[in-house]
């Protein structure tokens, strides 16, 4: 059975919970966030080691008691997300490769089974939910300006898994040329590649904003209560 190395990036401070610390470290459910994601992906029986990027003055993950895992690698992230996914990616031996959010605790182990087989196929894939609302682009003063279609439209999730290698080398590319790489499928795209769609569980919730919070508990203790 192949195994897989997943890279988290987490050196960013999440400025919109508007909090004293980054929001990986903010409390939710007994432990920290970030402490809630690592557990869920070292739980899953293909994942062989968790590549944790962080800030270089982060105080927080040394107390945290999963930082002492045997599985899990520390490195330095960078300015920008694509940064920090880079030197994670100098530490994975593995041919293949996740990167999911720090901020996603949620993820569950059927939305990576579901992943990881949908990738192994093509290009890569990444989890996705379909849009569902009316979309509406706007001018710079908010004014809408159309409706827009929204058949074939994603709102794009986390893990993202790509070949390891190929990964690298797109953001490598992306950043050389100086273009705005959202996530590691922007960057793949821009290096030519076309990786699936996987449409993944709504609870994949990433914490942004503090109404989150409340939200992932909830999908926490439900996940939970079923399993």
Same mark, same amino acid.
């Given at each position: 059975?192949l195994?897989?190395?997943?890279?988290?990036?987490?050196?960013?401070v999440g400025?919109r919970?508007?909090?004293?610390?980054?929001?990986q470290y903010?409390?939710?459910?007994?432990k920290?966030?970030?402490?809630?994601?690592?557990?869920r992906?070292?739980? #899953? @029986? *293909? =994942?062989?080691?968790?590549?944790v990027?962080?800030?270089?003055? +982060?105080?927080?993950?040394a107390? /945290?008691?999963?930082?002492s #895992? @045997? *599985? =899990?690698?520390?490195?330095?992230?960078?300015?920008?997300r694509? +940064?920090?996914?880079l030197?994670? /990616?100098a530490?994975?031996?593995?041919?293949w490769?996740?990167v999911?959010?720090?901020a996603?605790?949620?993820?569950?182990?059927?939305d990576?089974?579901?992943?990881?087989?949908?990738?192994?196929?093509?290009?890569?894939?990444?989890l996705?939910?379909?849009?569902?609302?009316t979309?509406?682009?706007?001018?710079a003063?908010?004014?809408?300006?159309k409706?827009?279609d929204?058949n074939q439209l994603?709102?794009?999730?986390?893990?993202?898994f790509?070949?390891?290698r190929?990964?690298?080398?797109?953001?490598?590319q992306?950043?050389k040329s100086?273009?705005?790489?959202?996530?590691?499928?922007?960057?793949?795209e821009l290096?030519g590649?076309?990786?699936?769609?996987?449409?993944g569980?709504?609870?994949?919730?990433?914490?942004?904003?503090?109404?989150?919070?409340?939200l992932?508990a909830l999908?926490?203790?439900?996940?939970?209560?079923?399993?």
């Amino acid at each position: 059975m192949l195994t897989f190395t997943v890279v988290v990036p987490a050196a960013g401070v999440g400025s919109r919970m508007g909090a004293s610390c980054p929001k990986q470290y903010l409390p939710l459910v007994g432990k920290f966030l970030i402490e809630h994601t690592l557990e869920r992906l070292l739980g #899953h @029986p *293909r =994942i062989e080691r968790v590549v944790v990027a962080i800030a270089a003055d +982060d105080e927080f993950f040394a107390t /945290l008691p999963v930082a002492s #895992h @045997p *599985r =899990i690698l520390i490195t330095t992230g960078g300015a920008e997300r694509a +940064d920090s996914v880079l030197q994670g /990616l100098a530490l994975v031996e593995s041919d293949w490769v996740l990167v999911h959010d720090a901020a996603r605790p949620c993820i569950t182990h059927q939305d990576i089974d579901a992943l990881i087989h949908a990738g192994l196929a093509g290009d890569g894939a990444i989890l996705g939910n379909r849009v569902r609302d009316t979309m509406k682009r706007s001018d710079a003063s908010g004014r809408i300006q159309k409706t827009v279609d929204r058949n074939q439209l994603w709102h794009a999730l986390t893990p993202q898994f790509f070949r390891t290698r190929q990964l690298e080398a797109a953001l490598q590319q992306g950043l050389k040329s100086g273009a705005v790489i959202t996530d590691e499928a922007s960057a793949m795209e821009l290096a030519g590649w076309h990786p699936l769609m996987v449409e993944g569980r709504a609870d994949n919730l990433k914490v942004t904003r503090p109404e989150d919070l409340a939200l992932a508990a909830l999908f926490l203790s439900q996940q939970e209560a079923s399993a």
